[in-house]
């Protein structure tokens, strides 16, 4: 599968735990489905994110909000993530 872009978690999002970011490159460059908490981050479900956050994550739920915004901002929202799964 041809990549469109590089995913880079540089300075303040090395934070991102590796195993989330693994997960995040999974989503953005093969279309893969992450589990319930990046889910919900991604499809703008605040709600459901902050629950489903583990203790690791929770505390750096506005560096994935910041970093999404950023980097794939055209992958955020409900609509966006269903089309960009169903690929």
């Not at 041809?2 to 093969?30: D, N, T, W």
């Not at 750096?60 to 915004?69: D, G, Q, R, S, T």
Request: charged letters at 25%.
């Amino acid at each position: 599968m041809q990549v469109f872009f590089e995913l880079k978690f540089e300075g303040e999002f090395q934070k991102i735990p590796q195993r989330m970011q693994e997960s995040i490159a999974r989503y953005c460059q093969h279309n893969i489905k992450p589990g319930t908490f990046l889910s919900a981050l991604i499809q703008n479900d605040l709600e459901t994110a902050v629950l489903q956050a583990d203790e690791e994550n929770y505390p750096l739920l506005k560096l994935y909000i910041m970093w999404f915004k950023l980097h794939t901002a055209n992958l955020l929202g409900k609509e966006n993530f269903q089309k960009h799964i169903h690929k």
